[in-house]
């Protein structure tokens, strides 16, 4: 099984700012993680951190430290009663980025203790900080066996990957121009990534023509419609016979994906967001993009990229016309969301009244009209607005870009100066906007992973039903 380990940016400088306190001593801090098991694969995300008070460390020297695991036991309590992971974080020099013998041997003490408190076998384990930033860990099974973590994801303004093993792939002639604008080593990061695409039709075609001519390992694709005429102007790939034959609109992307040959996997999910079978897939991504309309699907990943610690890019395009040639407005934008921080409602994208009414829209639209027209809930935008393959196209691109800035950083000013993206093309302007203030309503869900329901949405509730 590949084991990661998740957490956020301000995550990493809590932990370096207690790990390296500037007097060269070793130091130590606990995470409480939740966890998302995928197929094959299990990830531990960092929910709480619990710095090791120096005091309780009877020593500490510059290659050693030693302290008092009372402070464990109502951590361990909690990750019991919560189904969570533990991790032991310790400083180590720049020079030195791997674990010592001294190391091995307080790692065996420790961890069968540990499992002990558990009901499971699901893995805990003890990482290094190096004074960069750079985490390095591993796994430490019951018998005190340890198995290298498969990579250490870091989500921030900047986006950094860390795995265990070097990529050992040369880069081949297709992307040969790409590693020429933006280097080998990020040719290397997107050949490892798992993307998700919630949204296979206007600006989600484009971004997935774009990922798929990247050369990203996999993609997972979510839409649960068909390929309609009406489709046929902004969906590559899509053809009059897809519209008679009434294919789906993810079948028609892997069919596009696996035509280029470029070797992307593609899994597909034909079904609605609004599945706790599609949030356990995308929760097993790397990188999540958003490209629907509806306002409670939105709501509901910038949840899940919360509870998860991914990198959340939101796509939107509007354009306001009389329908007879008529443009009043034509503007599209790209959020960027990162977990713990401004999520779309803080930025005005829409209300919770919105939220609820989109919601009931989806799920019971008789009593969402009734309601409309007794002025109890809010209106939503018309599903029916125009939309056209240039504009998709240029949101899409800003979209992919967005990513590519997080990987390598490009521009001239750092990304903490860049939260989102609006264009207007009625006005020939681009426009940028720095982080806000975080999201009373998420910030708390940083990192819990699965817990029951999921997101805590009644609607993503399993239901096991005996035979």
């Not at 099984?1 to 130091?27: I, R």
């Not at 009877?58 to 036991?73: E, K, N, Q, Y």
């Not at 949840?303 to 991914?310: G, H, P």
Request: net charge negative.
């Amino acid at each position: 099984m590949k084991t990661s380990l998740s957490l956020t940016a301000a995550q990493m400088e809590q932990l370096k700012a207690h790990l390296f306190p500037g007097d060269g001593q070793e130091a130590v801090a606990i995470a409480l993680c939740g966890r998302v098991a995928g197929n094959g694969t299990h990830r531990l995300l960092i929910h709480k951190i619990v710095p090791v008070p120096y005091e309780y460390c009877s020593l500490r020297t510059p290659d050693r430290v030693s302290w008092s695991t009372d402070i464990l036991i109502p951590l361990l309590c909690e990750a019991a009663k919560r189904d969570m992971g533990i991790v032991k974080i310790h400083g180590h020099p720049e020079n030195f980025p791997h674990h010592s013998d001294i190391d091995d041997e307080a790692d065996r003490q420790l961890f069968p203790s540990i499992y002990g408190w558990m009901e499971d076998d699901c893995p805990h384990a003890s990482a290094i900080m190096l004074p960069s930033g750079r985490i390095v860990g591993r796994t430490v099974s019951p018998s005190g066996e340890f198995e290298p973590l498969f990579a250490v994801k870091v989500v921030g303004d900047d986006l950094s990957f860390w795995y265990a093993a070097d990529s050992s792939e040369q880069v081949p002639e297709f992307a040969r121009r790409t590693a020429q604008a933006f280097g080998e080593a990020t040719f290397a990061q997107l050949r490892r990534l798992k993307i998700a695409v919630v949204g296979c039709s206007g600006t989600g075609s484009w971004v997935i023509e774009q990922l798929g001519r990247y050369g990203v390992g996999a993609l997972v694709l979510v839409d649960p419609d068909r390929v309609e005429e009406k489709n046929l102007n902004r969906i590559a790939g899509a053809t009059m016979r897809d519209t008679q034959c009434l294919a789906l609109k993810v079948d028609v992307a892997r069919r596009n994906i696996e035509r280029m040959g470029l070797g992307t996997e593609v899994i597909t999910f034909p079904e609605s967001l609004f599945n706790p079978k599609v949030v356990k897939a995308i929760a097993d991504c790397d990188v999540v993009f958003g490209c629907m309309d509806s306002i409670d699907g939105r709501w509901l990943l910038n949840r899940l990229a919360t509870f998860y610690v991914l990198p959340y890019f939101d796509v939107g395009v509007k354009l306001v016309a009389d329908g007879k040639g008529g443009i009043e407005q034509i503007c599209g934008g790209v959020q960027y969301l990162q977990p713990g921080r401004s999520s779309l409602w803080g930025r005005g994208m829409f209300s919770l009244e919105q939220v609820r009414a989109a919601g009931m829209k989806r799920t019971n639209p008789l009593q969402y009209e009734q309601q409309k027209k007794l002025n109890y809930i809010v209106g939503l935008p018309d599903d029916n607005r125009p939309a056209v393959i240039s504009v998709n196209m240029n949101c899409a691109s800003l979209a992919v870009l967005e990513l590519l800035a997080r990987l390598h950083p490009y521009r001239d000013e750092p990304n903490s100066e860049y939260a989102s993206y609006t264009i207007s093309f009625s006005q020939a302007r681009i426009c940028s906007d720095r982080e806000q203030e975080s999201c009373p309503s998420l910030v708390k869900n940083v990192g819990r992973g699965n817990v029951m329901p999921l997101l805590d949405n009644p609607e993503l509730s399993e239901v096991e039903v005996g035979v």
